[in-house]
């Protein structure tokens, strides 16, 4: 087996404003290939983190790496090898966007290509917006435009900040099939920040839960879920119930509000067997049975709830 070389290193990395810590320690490594969600509530230290990553700050301690480039001393190679969606949308009109994308590559030290200009125009629907500056686009072409700078110098690495924040649901399946078309054809690395966790949970490989500056869970994003111990066993009743039976603790089950269905909780200590055998012994009258497994806003709450 291949071992693949990290696309991004992060060693103890902290970034402090004054006397806070907006970024605590933080050790992270994404290996090439990867589709990776940085995930956690606002304030988390997601931005922060890029924005280390990208060379828009200076990290106070630690250490960064770019396929093994160091950002600091390395900036050159970093930097052209990392292509970032940041989450603000920041407004050029100096230029119409067809010559702001013809002109971006330069400035990595990259050769204009027209052909990957002309197929990221096409992918991304910027062909009929190309002489109008910035801030004559909507909103969602102006992110479209900004994921087309993003990727115009090839890189291997591609950041999107919360990429999808307020578009429309033509733009966020756009989007995500070229991701997985570059991640597919040209084995680009991707790190994903979004509030929209059925994004990552569809996209991402592996997930990290930032909060407070540290990062709280980090797995394969199924593993995190079976990790959650929260499957539910939902018996739907072809006869409404009052209430639960007595000797169904509130640990176990709970009834919906209209007494058609019982949700038990199922792990280890209580199995669908154990459910079935109390369903069997109250002689419920049951029209279907189905398995619900948690989703992952469920391991994100449950996870960033208090947790400092």
């Known amino acids: 087996m291949v071992q693949r070389m990290a696309a991004l290193s992060l060693e103890n990395l902290t970034k402090r404003y004054g006397d806070k810590d907006v970024v605590q320690n933080l050790s992270l490594e994404i290996k090439e290939g990867e589709v990776f969600g940085l995930l956690g509530p606002n ?26 480039h160091d950002n600091q001393t390395d900036f050159i190679t970093s ?5 970032v969606m940041h989450q603000e949308i920041v407004v050029d009109n100096f230029f119409t966007i067809g010559t702001a994308l013809k002109i971006h590559a330069g400035y990595y030290g990259v050769a204009d290509d027209p052909v ?6 096409d992918r991304l ?38 990429p999808t924040a307020g578009v429309d649901v033509e733009l966020r399946q756009t989007l995500w099939e070229f991701v997985r078309e570059l ?19 569809e996209m991402c490989g592996r997930v990290a839960i930032m909060n407070f500056g540290k990062i709280i869970a ?39 509000a209209d007494g058609t269905t019982i949700s038990f909780r ?9 459910v079935l055998a109390a369903v069997s012994a109250h002689k419920l009258a049951v029209k279907d049975i189905e398995t619900k497994s948690p989703s992952l806003q469920e391991a994100f709450l449950k996870l960033t709830q208090g947790a400092r």
Do not use: C
């Not at 002489?131 to 969602?140: P, Y």
């Open 43 to 68: 304030g988390a230290g997601k931005s922060s983190t890029i924005n280390m990553v990208s060379g828009v700050t200076r990290p106070s301690s630690g250490k960064i790496s770019v396929f093994g």
């Open 79 to 83: 930097r052209r090898l990392t292509g």
């Open 116 to 121: 990957w200009r002309a197929r990221l125009v």
């Open 125 to 162: 629907a910027l062909g009929p917006h190309l002489e109008k500056q910035m801030n004559k686009l909507s909103g969602g072409m102006k992110r479209r435009f900004m994921v087309a700078k993003a990727l115009i110098h090839k890189p291997r690495l591609l950041i999107l900040d919360e």
């Open 183 to 201: 991640n597919r054809e040209f084995g680009t690395t991707v790190v994903l920040t979004t509030h929209y966790l059925e994004e990552a949970e």
């Open 218 to 256: 980090l797995d394969e994003t199924r593993h995190l879920l079976e990790k959650m111990d929260e499957r539910r066993l939902l018996v739907h009743l072809s006869e409404k119930l009052g209430a639960l039976p007595s000797d169904l603790t509130k640990e176990q089950a709970s009834l919906s």
């Open 266 to 274: 199922i792990n280890q200590a209580y199995p669908p067997a154990a």
